[in-house]
């Protein structure tokens, strides 16, 4: 079983829609919790940390741990073309495991 | 502040070579990983330093190697260069372990033919 699961989509949406990217993992020593936005050919850019269970709101994201199910995601509201790219989650024990990744398009 | 800077951005060698690239991390960050992307595999880890020190290894041949310098810099290495070692090798910086916000660089393209 992989530490980190993450469907890879791809995933399309009209513009100014909910999305709702989600990521499950198995190891209850997880601390840290991120989300990376990647464009194509670019590096990963970190978008959202969070630490404890709960919501974290930046924005128009916002991301949601929930420790006792071992789940995380990400939302986006009101999404827009320039959101298109991959999103990758990732947490981090003694070292960051990263999900595959899911491919976002936002269609005007 | 400067992010991480990476180089060379691309990178062109035959099978067989060797390569070295490099990694200076943000100002004050002392933990480097570098992490090798591919479209199958996705963010797959190769190594972390901290404090010139190797902390982690991932399950990459020894052919993949690497280092860190006294100012944070790092460098890795890829001896006899396979195809299949094509790839976006990526590295991040973090303050410290246990490792919290880690920054990307833009990666460096290595292409083997």
């Known amino acids: 079983q992989k530490e980190v699961e993450q469907d890879p989509g791809p995933l399309s949406v009209p513009e100014g829609a909910i999305v709702s990217l989600n990521c499950t993992y198995s190891?209850?020593?997880?601390?840290?919790f991120m989300w990376y936005r990647q464009y194509s050919r670019k590096g990963p850019e970190l978008l959202m940390y969070?630490?404890?269970?709960g919501n974290k709101e930046d924005g128009r994201f916002t991301a949601q741990v929930d420790k006792s199910s071992k789940y995380i995601s990400l939302f986006i509201r009101d999404s827009q073309p320039s959101d298109s790219a991959t999103y990758l989650c990732?947490?981090?024990?003694?070292?960051?495991?990263f999900g595959t990744g899911t491919s976002l398009t936002v269609i005007p | 502040k400067a992010g991480v800077t990476q180089t060379p951005r691309y990178l062109i060698k035959t099978r067989g070579q060797q390569v070295t690239l490099s990694c200076s991390p943000i100002?004050?960050?002392?933990?480097v990983s570098w992490y090798q992307q591919t479209p199958g595999q996705g963010l797959q880890f190769l190594f972390e330093?901290?404090?010139?020190?190797?902390?982690n290894k991932g399950n990459f041949p020894g052919r993949f190697s690497g280092r860190q310098f006294s100012n944070s810099r790092s460098e890795m290495n890829v001896s006899t260069l396979e195809l299949g070692d094509s790839a976006l090798y990526l590295c991040?910086?973090?303050?410290?372990?246990?490792?919290?916000?880690?920054?990307f660089g833009q990666g460096t393209r290595l292409t083997v033919v």
């Open positions: 190891n209850s020593a997880f601390q840290y």
């Open positions: 991040a910086s973090s303050r410290q372990p246990p490792n919290t916000e880690a920054f």
């Open positions: 969070t630490y404890s269970s």
């Open positions: 330093y901290f404090s010139e020190t190797q902390r």
């Open positions: 990732a947490m981090s024990g003694n070292q960051f495991y």
């Open positions: 100002s004050g960050h002392r933990s």
